[in-house]
Nanobody, 117 residues
């Protein structure tokens, strides 16, 4: 299974960050897989943003929940992240990953997103 993030590398403050993860080499089913978004701000550790299952069930980090939406397009084997009202503190490398139970077995290479005017 391979995951690949895509989306703009520069977003202006107050706008919405939108990223897509394309899954290849396997299906997004079954529902015991959690398709996740994780980020790493510069000089900081990994931060879980949220995840979605094949059936569309979502979970979000409480600290980001009010600004986060994760959706999936099973026909194209993709899932997406939208983070609204971004600030420079949202600057990070954003990763998509597949979780099974507590194990993140597959990761994308990550994509740098910078929030700046």
């Amino acid at each position: 299974v391979q995951l690949q993030e895509s989306g703009p590398g520069l977003v202006k403050p107050s706008q919405t960050l939108s990223l897509t993860c394309t899954v290849s080499g396997g299906s997004m089913a079954p529902s015991y897989y959690y398709w996740s978004w994780i980020r790493q701000p510069p000089g900081k550790g990994l931060e879980w943003i949220g995840d979605i299952t094949y059936s569309g069930s979502t979970n979000y980090s409480p600290s980001l929940k009010s600004r986060t939406s994760i959706s999936r397009d099973t026909s194209n084997n993709q899932f997406s992240l939208q983070l609204s009202s971004v600030t420079p503190e949202d600057t990070a490398v954003y990763f998509c990953a597949r979780r099974y139970s507590s194990w993140y077995g597959y990761w994308g290479q990550g994509t740098q997103v910078t929030v700046s005017s």
